[in-house]
Every structure is written in structure tokens, then in C-alpha cells.
């Protein structure tokens, strides 16, 4: 699906008026974008509508004369006025102090946390019939109107970020996702703000600022950037045992995510789900990438960061300008309110997940994003979220760290945007009509007609009327609430190993000993011995016993004798929080590179060209330079990539073609030899057809068998290759499937010095 799939016709724009009022079609007060402001919306909202509105806003100068800002044409704009050619600059100069003034002040605070973020557009729409298990209809769970109907489309952007470091930070860091959606519904907006992890660090946002006062760079010499490796970070952690599950999961190829196409995304909270009855369930949000979810390596991480440390946000718009259209389904996890007690955690703990061994996740519908930003500041860095943005049909719990966002995100958009008025930024600004009595502020760009802001009143007929439920009105469940004033923590939040314990033994053998060796990095960085055996005896010593001596014997801490006090003894596992378990059979939008020179052999290039981008793989062709290459029967193909831009690491797989002037040409090319060897080392798929098979020799990747004279497809630990041009069809499926396994684990890679 792509944005073309839009109404070829548009409805006259309604007026204003309260006589142009249509009303709902459920009969409940009148249809959003009926009447309004500037926020008509033809009726209905489709996956067009937010496009449509910015349109409105959007600038073009092509073939138009420059100007001030106020729309005065402009003769000069390097020159500054001044008295004489060589006097000072005179005052009168208006348009040197605009331009100067709109330079001074064009960029506004970063974000504390989630700074480095990149965005898109898309839309959402419900599944036809979505399996919801027990429950028949989706409006047995929500009245939420944009999950009921298959065939609206409701508008979508969605801001991926990272969460520690500045702005001007790499891509690639070991750090937590943020993955925050902001959906346009016809009710108004829903801002799903969560992370690519489901638990949290801490319970209760009273330690919010302590956690990221401790993690950001330390404040007395602002080193390091980006990063969690470092003594404040590790010494508040270690102090806090209801860390633990989530440092797991930081410590995990979860925080090296190979594309935001390629993670997941979660609520983290436990929230509410309530229907036209009035009926409550908690639920948590569930968002699955269609490409599986993979990982990034961490010495691949670091190279990254050097060659491009915008990896993750140009992939994102590559994908889209090559037309692919980047796909998550949403699901939820529904409990009954009366059996939230049947769990040995608290639904209620932010640092807790709800298992899906115990608890299936229920796919209700899909988002596609497929339009990038026409402006990164107006729409990325403005677009501003808050959880407290909710539509009829969904509600908070009384998760503790949930209620304190509620505060924090409102106020901290207040200090990023100067005004009360972000939310009418176009980005930010619903669809749905908007009517209240605010009139003035910072910036305000609404112009609000009438005498009357407040209620009740007279003069305005008493409008804008507050609307009932039926009629539209959100209502909060109405839940009873007793209780004495207390700073304090319930007993039920005080566990904090088993689900820690739970992701570790999830996890394959490669992804504990990933776990073991970021461990082992992190604590590496830290200075002061106690925090690394605190770390190490009173966290992971709770978490397993064989995990924590693994960590110990790299970090120069005495390895426990003895498992901690409080470490679980079950032996529960959850396949879904493997993400070896996560891996697709598909190699859509894997980027493969061609390694090639002149005198290539022909038909290998163009029939697994051609089979690779069949299966909708992004293959580019790499070469010394940039230009046309000649193959030994005249063919030409264009290099896409040269070597000295195009490393190993930017790539999923690399393929070598046959032909003996082209692999003659590439042996002597020492960037190429690299090429080999770094993917090896990274696991990466690898294959070589006919003549290339002997650059592969040469580059003496260790315990690899490669096809002799004559031989078919022979594949050793994701490498294939095949000398045979006869065996073509049968070298291509088996490089497809090792592309498919994104990499290859059981490789020994330790001997290889790129």
C-alpha cells in the first residue's frame, strides 16, 4: 500500500458557520473538519488528511522572487546598509535585523532525553478481522473509532530517536530506542510515546531526573557523549536493584538495532482499553516489525559511527525513496482488570513485562510509513509528544512512572517552545476541530473570532458546548480511589530478578555471550571498583550465577563464589525475547554489495541482479571508483558505490562475480580484501561465483570450505560459493537464504584482524 491510495475527489470544504454543521454519522454531535477554524478536514479522515492539511502551510520558491518576511521583494541580501561603502551599518536596515534575528533564535532547544530523532510519515488502518481470541470484536475491547474500521486510514508520523545522547550524536550508540507515534484520529490526536524495549529502568517518575542526571555525560568534564559506559551511569544502577531487568535488555543486541524497520516498538505501560459499555481492561501496546527484528554488531557499531554516523535515519528515507514502504503491526496484550492479580509481578511495575507465554499479543492492525519529512525541523524536531494525548476508548493505570509523564511531557514542551501554543505548530495540530477558549499566548497562530472565552457565557450562545460521551466527550473511567497520603512503594513492586532472569535464559548462546561482552565493555569504562563489584554481586549475581563469573573474570572483580541471595531459581524462558526468533524468511530491503571491476562476468552480475531485486533486495554495485564498468562481453553497468565510501559495515552481504580481469583487478585493491573480511568477522552473508571464489581463497577466512573446479552451490557458515555457471539457480537460492538469516552465528570470527 502507498500514498496513492487516496480519493480521486474532494468534498467542497465546509464553512464555518453553525449551519454548515453536519453531525456525526453515529449521531453523536457533529463530524470533525464539518466546521472549525483551519482545521477542516472534508468530513472524514483518510490516510491523505495530514498531508492535505500541511499542504497548506508548505512553501515553494521556485521561479518566486526573495523577500522579507512580511512579503516586501528584497534587492540585496549580502549586502548590509551602511553609511558610505565603508561607514558602520545603520539601524534602519530592517531587513539585515530580521534576517539576523531569525538566524540568532532558528533553532530551539534540543530535547533532554530522545534528542537525536529522525521521522516519518504514514498511516494506520485496522485489520479486516483480527484474531482477538476470546473477544469477538475490537469494539468489545475499545471504543476507539480509528481501531474499528478496515477501511479508514487514519494519518500517522512516527519519531524514532535515541535516548542519551545530543543531537549532533551518531545513529549507532548502545542506548535505548525511543519509537513515539503520533496518530491524527477523527476524535483528536493519540500520542503512542514508548521505546524498542518494553520494561524501564526505574518504577516511579519521582527517580526520572536521578536516572538521567546519572546517565547523561558526567557534569564535570561533560565526557562521555552518547553513552551509558561510564561511573555515574553504572554507580546509580548498582544502587538500584529494579534496574536490572532493564540493563538485560541494554545489554543485548536490542540496543544495536540494524534499522528502525527492523526493531520493535513498545507502550512500555500498562494502559487501559474501555468500550461504549464502559467496560475496562488493561493492555499493553505491542509494535512488530513485518522485516523481523535484528541486530547490529558492536564492533560494526563503532565503524558505523565513523563512516556515517546518520546510518539509521538515511536508511530510513533510502527505503522510502526506493519506494518500499516500511510496515509494524499493532498488538495488544489484553488481562481482564479481575485477573491482574494472577501474575507474580505487579501489571502496575514499569520495569515488568507481561510474558508472551502467558499473555499472546493480538495484531489489530498495521502502520506504514512511506513519506519522508519535506522539512526536518518543522516536522521532526518540532512534532512534540505527550502521553497524556488520548482519545474516547483509551485510559492510563495508576503505573507510577505512566502518571508522572502525564506532567513531565507538557512541561517540558512548554521549555523547548517557549508558549502554551506548540500544539498549534502544523505538525503537531489535529485534524479533528478544534474549539476551546484559549485565545492568546506566545506565538499564537489561531484567529479566534467572537467576544466570549470563557463559560459560561451569554454573549456566545454559552459555545463551545461541551459534548456528553455519547455525543464524543471523553470521559475518564470513573475508578475509586481511597487511600492515606504516603511516599511509598507497594510490596508488589519489590521483586526485581525474575524477569531479568527470565531474558537471560531467552537468550541463545551468541546473544548471552553478547551480553557478557557489553557487560564486560561497560564495566571496563568504570573507575571505581566498588560500583564494578556491586554491579557484578548484588545485580548480575541475582540474575545467574555462571552469567555473573563470565562478567567478573573481564572486568578484574573477584568472581562470586556462590549464587546472590536473591537469585531466582526458575528455569522459565520466553522464545519471543530471542531475537534469533525474530528473523524472517524474506531479504526485503537487505542492502547487497557487488564487488566488481572491469572484465566482470556478464551473466552473473545481470541474473543475480535481477533475482536478488526479485526479492526485493537493494543491491549496489561497488568498484574502485565511480563510472561505467565493462563486463568480458561488452555489457556496462554503472557503479553505484566506490570503495572508498562504501564500507563493509553500511552493507547486509556482499557478492562476488566471476570473471578473471575483474577479480585479477579487485585482488590487487587492498580496500577490497578488508571488504572480506570485515563482513566475515561481522557475520555477514557472503557469496562468489566462478573466478571470485579464489578472492576468497586469498583472503584465508578461517574454517570456510569454498567450491573447487567444476563444483554446484557449497555454503560454509553463510559463506556460498559455486564455480559451476550451470549451477546458477541453485547458488542463488542458497545465497538468498543465508541473506534471509541476516547472520551467521556459528561463525568463529575471532581470528579475523579487520
Not at 536516572?211 to 548498582?238: N, Y
Request: hydrophobic content about 30%; glycine content about 8%; some cysteine.
Amino acid at each position: 500500500m502507498t500514498a496513492d491510495d487516496s480519493p480521486d475527489e474532494r468534498e467542497p470544504k465546509a464553512t464555518d458557520s453553525d449551519a454548515d454543521r453536519a453531525p456525526r454519522t453515529d449521531g453523536s454531535g457533529t463530524d470533525p473538519g464539518s466546521a472549525g477554524t483551519s482545521d477542516d478536514a472534508d468530513g472524514e479522515i483518510d490516510s491523505d488528511s495530514k498531508h492535505e492539511q500541511l499542504e497548506e502551510v508548505r512553501e515553494n520558491a521556485e521561479g518566486e522572487y526573495l523577500t522579507t518576511d512580511h512579503g516586501v521583494r528584497v534587492t540585496d541580501t549580502d549586502n548590509s546598509l551602511k553609511a558610505g561603502e565603508r561607514g558602520p551599518t545603520i539601524m534602519e536596515d530592517f531587513h539585515f535585523r530580521e534576517k539576523m534575528t531569525q538566524f540568532d533564535h532558528e533553532s530551539i532547544p534540543e530535547r533532554v532525553v530522545h534528542a537525536r530523532g529522525t521521522g516519518a510519515h504514514g498511516y494506520f488502518q485496522p485489520y479486516e478481522d483480527p484474531d482477538l481470541g476470546e473477544y469477538d470484536e475490537v469494539s468489545e475491547l475499545t471504543k476507539a473509532s480509528f481501531l474499528q474500521d478496515p477501511d479508514q486510514k487514519t494519518p500517522v508520523f512516527t519519531r524514532f530517536s535515541t535516548v542519551v545522547g545530543s543531537r549532533g550524536s551518531a545513529d549507532t550508540v548502545r542506548d535505548v530506542r525511543g519509537f513515539a507515534t503520533k496518530f491524527y484520529t477523527e476524535d483528536g490526536n493519540w500520542d503512542l510515546v514508548g521505546n524498542n524495549m518494553p520494561p524501564f529502568f526505574i518504577q516511579d517518575a519521582m527517580e526520572f531526573p536521578d536516572l538521567v542526571h546519572a546517565i547523561k555525560p558526567e557534569p564535570d568534564d561533560a565526557i562521555p557523549q552518547a553513552a551509558s559506559a561510564h561511573d555515574t551511569f553504572w554507580d546509580f544502577a548498582s544502587l538500584k536493584p529494579e534496574t536490572t531487568h532493564m540493563l538485560m535488555w541494554l545489554l543485548s543486541g536490542r540496543a544495536l538495532p540494524r534499522a528502525f524497520r527492523m526493531m520493535q516498538g513498545f507502550g512500555v505501560h500498562t494502559f487501559r482499553l474501555v468500550n461504549e459499555e464502559g467496560e475496562s481492561r488493561f493492555v499493553k501496546f505491542h509494535w512488530t516489525p513485518k522485516l523481523g527484528t535484528n541486530q547490529l554488531v558492536w564492533d560494526e557499531t563503532q565503524k558505523i559511527a565513523g563512516n556515517n554516523p546518520d546510518f539509521n535515519r538515511e536508511d530510513l528515507y533510502d527505503v522510502i525513496d526506493e519506494g518500499y514502504a516500511p510496515e509494524w503491526e499493532l498488538g495488544v496484550q489484553i488481562v481482564e482488570e479481575d485477573e491482574a492479580d494472577r501474575f507474580d509481578f505487579d501489571l502496575l511495575d514499569p520495569t515488568k513485562i507481561i510474558p508472551e507465554t502467558k499473555v499472546p499479543v493480538r495484531p489489530i492492525g498495521k502502520m506504514v510509513l512511506n513519506e519522508r519529512p519535506d522539512n526536518f525541523f518543522t516536522e521532526v524536531e518540532q512534532v512534540a509528544f505527550h502521553p497524556g494525548n488520548v482519545v474516547p476508548g483509551i485510559d492510563f493505570s495508576n503505573d507510577p512512572l505512566l502518571q508522572g509523564r502525564l506532567f513531565s511531557y507538557q512541561d517540558t514542551q512548554l521549555n523547548r517552545f517557549g508558549s502554551a501554543n506548540w500544539d498549534e505548530i502544523p505538525i503537531n495540530r489535529p485534524i479533528a476541530e478544534r474549539h476551546n477558549n484559549q485565545r492568546a499566548g506566545f506565538m499564537r497562530q489561531e484567529i479566534n473570532e467572537g467576544k466570549a472565552s470563557y463559560k459560561p457565557n451569554s454573549i456566545g450562545d454559552d459555545d463551545p458546548q461541551e459534548a456528553t460521551e455519547a455525543e464524543g466527550g471523553y470521559e475518564h473511567r470513573a475508578e475509586r480511589v481511597d487511600g492515606r497520603k504516603i511516599r511509598n512503594r507497594s510490596e508488589s513492586f519489590q521483586e526485581h530478578f525474575s524477569q531479568a532472569r527470565l531474558f537471560w535464559n531467552s537468550m541463545t548462546e551468541p546473544e548471552k555471550q553478547h551480553i557478557v561482552e557489553a557487560a564486560r565493555f561497560e564495566l571496563g569504562k568504570v573507575e571505581r571498583t566498588e560500583i564494578r563489584e556491586r554491579t557484578v554481586y548484588d545485580l548480575f549475581n541475582n540474575v545467574d550465577h555462571e552469567f555473573a563469573k563470565r562478567v567478573a573474570e573481564g572486568i578484574g572483580v573477584e568472581p562470586p563464589e556462590e549464587p546472590g541471595d536473591e537469585m531466582p531459581t526458575h528455569d522459565r524462558e520466553d522464545p519471543s525475547l530471542s531475537m534469533e526468533n525474530r528473523t524472517p524468511e524474506t531479504i526485503e530491503t537487505r542492502k547487497i554489495a557487488v564487488l566488481l571491476d572491469d572484465g566482470f562476468e556478464d551473466d552473473h552480475v545481470s541474473k543475480t541482479v535481477s533475482a536478488l531485486e526479485e526479492e526485493n533486495a537493494r543491491v549496489k554495485i561497488v568498484a574502485q571508483a565511480f563510472g561505467e564498468r565493462e563486463g568480458a562481453d561488452g555489457e556496462t553497468v554503472e557503479a553505484d558505490e566506490s570503495l572508498s565510501t562504501a564500507e563493509s559495515v553500511l552493507f547486509d552481504a556482499v557478492l562476488v562475480p566471476g570473471g578473471g580481469d575483474s577479480v585479477d583487478a579487485l585482488e590487487k585493491q587492498g580496500d577490497v580484501r578488508h571488504f572480506l573480511e570485515e563482513a566475515f568477522k561481522h557475520k555477514k552473508p557472503i557469496g562468489a561465483l566462478g573466478e571470485g571464489t579464489e578472492l576468497l581463497e586469498s583472503a584465508d577466512l578461517p574454517d570456510v570450505d569454498v567450491a573447487g573446479d567444476g563444483e554446484g552451490p557449497t555454503e560454509s557458515t553463510g559463506v556460498v560459493t559455486c564455480r559451476d555457471d550451470g549451477e546458477l539457480d541453485g547458488f542463488l537460492e542458497e545465497f538468498v537464504d543465508a541473506v534471509a538469516e541476516h547472520r551467521h552465528w556459528e561463525r568463529d570470527s575471532t581470528d579475523v584482524s579487520a
